[in-house]
């Protein structure tokens, strides 16, 4: 942690925990957090900390629970780790720091979690689930969701915008798998037919990743040739 004010810092970038909330809950959580978080505080525990247990701890529940099948239990326990993305950045803003480091720690891990979820998703499927397409769905998910982060943050690098709100980014790839899967996992409880959930989203999040793909695409190429063509001109009118 560490330059205040300027830098965007720790969640600029929409996490799960945050996508999951609409803005009335945000704040009624940031109410209920916050003593929580000046606790944590005073004990020493820093935002970065926040940050590693709350991954590990989806990680565990997606790669402990989802193989398994018991999806219910599994998005319980990502779901309470999940506000790990709510207490770290209430713990930047009361300690006043925001910092490129918390911004690349917190968008790092974001990747580690999401390939935590659907590769567990994915061992289902190649084992007791024993459904080779559904396990292939849910590896193009996995690696069309890394491939859509990666195309945002390589065109921001060459100095690009990539202004496009795709039409399913991280926040609604997660929310539509997690909630599908908790709802599936009522299966095990007698409720009948709701297991298809699971496979219906994750055939949704595939078809909508590889659309916001190919949205990102098309939106570098279009600014990257509009780049060039000021920088002709800039040139051109300076000679």
Known sequence: ????????????????????LNKY????????????????????????????????????????????GEFFWGTVVITLFVFSDL???????????????????DSTLDRVADGAIFGGFALWYAGQGDNDALCAVAIFCLASGQVVSYTKARGESIGLPVA???????????????????FAGLHTFGVPGIQWLLPIALWIVAAGSLVTLVQRVVTVRRESAEAEAAARQDSGAAQ
């Open 164 to 182: 496009v709100n795709g039409l399913v980014e991280r926040a609604e790839r997660l929310v539509i798998s997690l909630v599908a899967a908790g």
């Open 25 to 68: 809950a945000r704040a009624f959580f940031t109410r209920v957090l916050t003593p929580f978080a000046a606790f944590l505080i005073r004990r020493g525990v820093s935002p970065d900390t926040v940050t590693l247990i709350g991954t590990a701890g989806v990680v565990a529940g997606a790669l402990v629970f989802y193989p398994r």
């Open 1 to 20: 942690m560490g330059q205040p004010a300027a830098i965007t810092g720790r969640g600029a970038t929409p996490t799960v925990g945050k996508a999951m």
């Open 87 to 105: 207490v770290d950045g209430n713990m930047a803003r009361q300690l006043g720091r925001s910092s490129r480091w918390g911004a690349f720690l």
